[in-house]
Nanobody, 115 residues
Framework: QVQLRESGGGLVQPGGSLNLSCVASGFSISEFTMGWYRQTPGSERALVAYINKYDDTHYQGSAKGRFIISRDNTKNTIYLQMHDLEPDDTAVYYC?????????YGQGTQVTVSS
């Protein structure tokens, strides 16, 4: 059974940093493209970044230059380092496993950027 468990969210002040983790079970992340998404109330879930099995990375929009996605295949875990956080980064963050035509998500972790 595919399971993804995110952690590391919380409340942080503008300009601060957070590190998110996503532990996968039921499959090996080394065989899949993995990504981070985020969603705010009333909006669709949006891609933040992804990393493929060759460790090529892609960042979307405001994540460029501030966020870093990485993976540790030995721990079956992906990470999202977030720096210089802004109030607009406030959202529920989900990790996802890409398969042809679909994405499987975890339950999400809340990130709130506020003073």
């Amino acid at each position: 059974q595919v399971q993804l468990r995110e952690s590391g969210g919380g409340l942080v002040q503008p300009g601060g940093s957070l590190n998110l983790s996503c532990v996968a079970s039921g499959f090996s992340i080394s065989e899949f493209t993995m990504g981070w998404y985020r969603q705010t109330p009333g909006s669709e879930r949006a891609l933040v970044a992804y990393i493929n099995k060759y460790d090529d990375t892609h960042y979307q929009g405001s994540a460029k230059g501030r966020f870093i996605i990485s993976r540790d295949n030995t721990k079956n875990t992906i990470y999202l380092q977030m720096h210089d956080l802004e109030p607009d980064d406030t959202a529920v963050y989900y990790c996802g496993r890409f398969t042809s035509g679909s994405v499987s998500y975890g339950q999400g972790t809340q990130v709130t950027v506020s003073s």
